[in-house]
């Protein structure tokens, strides 16, 4: 069975890694889904969400010279619905890193991100996830201006 980019397959799940699960498709092909395609919410762990023999629908979203195929599952399905009062999936909130013109400071820092509000729907575990997600991206941030300074320091006109 021949199929391309956008195609939808059903396929059983025949490996799992901690980056995503391979899956045995139609035709004796397979492929992957990488860790961020297997659901909409935040996947710590692929084994949380799919298990070895497991069959599920999959969406071809990437076929690469080497001909190995890249799959989603997340694609292959509708979207949750969101609340109408949240933010579109890529929004975020403006950030400023070093304010004064491009001068070097630190004095102007960066804009935190304000945190979401908990919603009443929200059960422990999302809460979690969305805590971890907030946690990671902050971490990041910071290490990302302690590099920027840490390359200045020491390098200044004498």
Same mark, same amino acid.
């Given at each position: 069975?021949?199929? &391309? !980019? *956008?195609? !939808? !397959?059903?396929?059983?799940?025949? &490996?799992?890694? #901690?980056? *995503?699960?391979? !899956?045995?498709?139609?035709? *004796?092909?397979?492929?992957? /889904?990488?860790?961020?395609?297997?659901? =909409?919410? =935040? /996947?710590?762990?692929?084994?949380?969400?799919?298990?070895? &023999?497991?069959?599920?629908? /999959?969406?071809?979203?990437?076929? $690469?010279?080497?001909?190995?195929?890249?799959?989603?599952?997340? #694609?292959?399905?509708? +979207?949750? /619905?969101? +609340?109408?009062?949240?933010?579109?999936?890529?929004?975020?909130?403006?950030?400023?890193?070093?304010?004064?013109? %491009?001068?070097?400071?630190?004095?102007?820092?960066?804009? +935190?991100?304000?945190?979401? +509000?908990?919603?009443? $729907?929200? $059960?422990?575990? $999302?809460?979690?996830?969305?805590?971890?997600?907030?946690?990671?991206?902050?971490?990041?941030?910071?290490?990302?201006?302690?590099?920027?300074?840490?390359?200045?320091?020491?390098? %200044?006109?004498?």
């Amino acid at each position: 069975m021949e199929f &391309g !980019v *956008g195609s !939808v !397959v059903e396929g059983k799940v025949t &490996g799992i890694t #901690k980056f *995503g699960a391979f !899956v045995s498709l139609p035709g *004796g092909k397979s492929g992957l /889904v990488h860790i961020s395609e297997i659901a =909409y919410s =935040y /996947v710590n762990e692929v084994s949380e969400f799919l298990q070895e &023999g497991q069959e599920v629908k /999959v969406k071809v979203i990437g076929i $690469d010279e080497s001909n190995r195929i890249n799959l989603s599952i997340k #694609k292959a399905m509708d +979207p949750p /619905v969101r +609340p109408a009062n949240a933010a579109p999936s890529g929004a975020r909130a403006p950030r400023s890193f070093g304010g004064n013109g %491009g001068s070097g400071g630190r004095s102007g820092g960066f804009t +935190p991100r304000p945190a979401a +509000p908990a919603s009443q $729907d929200m $059960d422990f575990e $999302d809460r979690l996830k969305q805590f971890m997600q907030s946690s990671d991206s902050k971490l990041s941030e910071l290490r990302y201006m302690e590099k920027k300074g840490s390359s200045r320091r020491g390098g %200044g006109r004498r």
